[in-house]
């Protein structure tokens, strides 16, 4: 499995928005692969912010 889609299951099983270091520090992948990963799947709609700084799944 790709980072990308192991940083995007961290955001679908959270109940809660998370940040950058939130998701590195639940998926233990290092904090700058989770903001590459995390900048492809805001550029592809897949996470989405509802407040500054943290992210979620799209619905």
Do not use: H
Request: glycine share 6%; with cysteine.
């Amino acid at each position: 499995m790709d980072i990308k889609q192991q940083v995007l299951e961290v955001f679908q099983q959270s109940a809660e928005a998370l940040n950058a270091g939130k998701v590195a520090e639940i998926s233990g992948i290092d904090r700058k692969e989770v903001d590459k990963a995390m900048a492809e799947l805001k550029k592809e709609g897949a996470i989405v912010s509802p407040k500054r700084c943290y992210w979620t799944a799209a619905k």
